[in-house]
């Protein structure tokens, strides 16, 4: 597990190492700040989401509710 | 060519021109009033009055079915529909020192049937159906000068055999030049598991009278009202998070959590058969360890095509690793008009208290045979759509948004379901 762990964090490392970042001014933000390229899950998404969690073993790392709830069903 | 010649000269020209025309200073406060622009003194703001920002309505139609119910001990119906719906209003407001408040109020209301529910008593005489509601507040306070913010949250949920209460602590900052983004986010759920058993299984201290306990609330029987006690599940969840603009066209986003749960962890009514026929309810560890990592990576490449990514790693202390994929590629029809269809890969190991119907032994000291925690891999695809035109959708100025959602998922245990939603955005 711990080897895994090291490896995905090397591959986000590295991920993040090959494009050096830029110093952006704002008009230069204008793609970025599209609503289409927001870093998060969407507002639709959110019971599709839950009955995922509830189905999987798998849980968190989204933004997401980590606890509560039941999905007894 | 001299056409080309002369249209770079020109737009050199224009562009000496503007750029002269920033030298100059600002005289628009020494000239007489004209026009109907007034110049903003923007030193005396008074703290601005609470209004609503935005009202999203989110609702949701989902319909499964499979053969491995847990409440049968990982065969029998998996049916289950629900509707969903939540509504989450967002009031706005500056104080006294210009910073930014936030109070975000939600409520959700949850109408479910699921087959496998009435075979909580051995006969299927249980009630197929419950209702959950969920309310939430949160609010944040945001200096966008320093781009620092930070917030508290609280959370409910409630349903016949199940309560959960939960509370939040987050902050965010900023980086100097406003690229990146640190979050950090501290959960607490505190919650009750009613110890409602299989009708077979019910310990006879735990009712009054003889009782056919159900999931959704129904006691039948002979009338007599059950007395049924709850057990503590706790979760206590640190997560971080850390987004940078890479360029002027890719975007990532690195987060991580930290869970861990004490407690009643497995469900009451979770039926397991040994190999020697005899059944019994589910019994899980009391602690729970999970760390999922992940990152998103979002890039808009050309004029209206946006790749959205996602991956995340999992494992926790019972023994399941999993590893989630998603690829989402908004297509932008024209700048407030796009599709986005969408596939997503998901697999896990088992976890090791996992074995199939009849296949535990009697002497095993953990056992479940909940699918949830059998090895398994998922494909789920479909695809969203997404109105934003800025007269309002369908000419209604108050509806800035309207996103339509439709989705099939499939698990190699045999589960299949879908599930359509739309989510409305007032302003």
């Not at chain 2, 949850?110 to 969920?134: E, L």
């Not at chain 2, 861990?260 to 026929?277: E, S």
């Not at chain 2, 800035?400 to 007032?426: K, M």
Request: aromatic letters at 14%.
């Amino acid at each position: 597990m711990i080897k895994q762990l090291i490896f995905v964090s090397c591959c986000c490392l590295l991920m993040a190492s090959i494009t050096s970042c830029v110093h952006l001014k704002e008009y230069q933000k204008s793609r970025l700040n599209d609503s289409e390229m927001i870093l998060a899950n969407r507002k639709v998404e959110k019971n599709e989401l839950n009955f995922q969690s509830y189905r999987e073993a798998a849980s968190g790392a989204n933004a997401g509710k980590t606890g509560g709830g039941c999905g007894c069903n | 060519m001299r056409k080309i010649f002369l249209s770079v000269v020109g737009f050199s020209l224009i562009c000496r021109m503007s750029a002269h025309a920033q030298i100059k200073p600002d005289t628009s406060f020494n000239k007489s009033k004209f026009s109907l622009y007034e110049p903003v003194d923007t030193s005396s703001y008074n703290a601005r009055a609470l209004r609503v920002d935005e009202i999203d309505f989110v609702s949701s139609y989902y319909n499964q079915n499979g053969n491995h119910s847990a409440v049968t001990g990982g065969i029998g119906t998996e049916k289950v529909t629900d509707i969903a719906t939540g509504l989450t209003l967002n009031l706005v407001w500056l104080n006294q020192a210009m910073n930014k408040n936030t109070l975000a109020i939600g409520f959700g209301f949850d109408y479910h049937t699921a087959a496998s529910q009435a075979f909580v008593s051995k006969t299927g005489a249980s009630s197929p159906d419950g209702t959950r509601i969920y309310p939430s507040v949160d609010w944040t306070v945001e200096n966008e000068k320093k781009g620092l913010s930070f917030g508290i949250g609280t959370y409910y949920s409630g349903e016949y055999n199940y309560q959960s209460l939960g509370a939040d602590l987050h902050f965010s900052q900023k980086t100097k030049d406003k690229s990146g983004e640190f979050t950090a986010k501290l959960q607490g759920y505190f919650d009750q598991v009613k110890l409602i058993y299989p009708s077979e299984l019910i310990p006879n201290s735990t009712t009054v009278g003889t009782v056919v306990t159900s999931a959704s609330g129904t006691v039948g029987g002979h009338g007599g009202k059950a007395s049924i006690p709850s057990s503590p599940r706790n979760t206590y969840a640190a997560s971080f998070s850390y987004s940078q603009m890479i360029n002027s066209r890719l975007q990532v986003a690195f987060m991580g959590d930290l869970v861990t749960q004490n407690g009643y962890l497995g469900l009451p009514f979770h039926r397991v058969y040994f190999t020697n026929g005899k059944d019994t309810v589910e019994r899980l560890p009391s602690s729970r360890f999970k760390i999922p990592v992940g990152f998103r990576l979002n890039y808009f490449a050309g004029d209206n095509i946006i790749f959205r990514t996602y991956y995340r790693y999992y494992a926790d202390n019972w023994g399941t690793k999993a590893s989630t994929a998603n690829l989402e590629i908004a297509y932008k029809l024209s700048p407030f008009f796009s599709l986005s269809p969408f596939y997503r890969f998901y697999t896990q190991t088992a976890a090791k208290y996992f074995a199939p119907y009849g296949t535990h032994a009697p002497t095993d000291q953990y056992y479940t045979s909940n699918y949830e925690y059998a090895q398994f891999q998922s494909n789920f695809y479909g695809i969203g759509l997404r109105l934003a035109p800025p007269k309002g959708v369908f000419g209604w100025q108050n509806l800035h948004d309207l996103e339509l959602r439709y989705g099939h998922y499939t698990q190699t245990t045999g589960l299949a379901s879908d599930v359509i939603s739309v989510n409305l955005g007032f302003k």
